[in-house]
Nanobody
């Protein structure tokens, strides 16, 4: 059973900050990666930032130096701290987990329901 629940979205002014959090309920799985994607109206879902259990991370160039991921694989939680937000950051943000069942090699991707982030004056 895998459930991801996001919180912390909302309205922010340009230049402001927001913190997104995701609490995962993931039992019977090894979590390989946690992170965040986003989807703006009329656009495809895109990577924001992810972190792997081995210590690596991936992030979009558009958020470099402004968004910082943190998390706890044991607690199945991941956070995204956003600074100097811009109108183009407006999107639904989705928590993401890549996990495999104990003893299995196939990895599956899981998504939260999303939280809206709106950046506007």
């Amino acid at each position: 059973q895998v459930q991801l629940v996001e919180s912390g979205g909302g309205l922010a002014q340009p230049g402001g900050s927001l913190r997104l959090s995701c609490a995962g309920s993931i039992s019977g799985f090894t979590v390989e990666s946690l992170g965040w994607y986003r989807q703006a109206p009329g656009k495809q879902r895109e990577l924001v930032e992810t972190m792997s259990g081995s210590g690596g991370s991936n992030y979009a160039e558009s958020v470099e130096g402004r968004c910082f991921i943190s998390g706890d694989f044991a607690k199945r939680s991941v956070n995204l701290q956003m600074h100097n937000v811009k109108p183009e950051d407006t999107a639904v943000y989705y928590c993401y987990a890549e996990a495999r069942r104990y003893g299995r090699t196939i990895r599956n991707t899981y998504w939260g329901q999303g939280t809206q982030v709106t950046v506007s004056q």
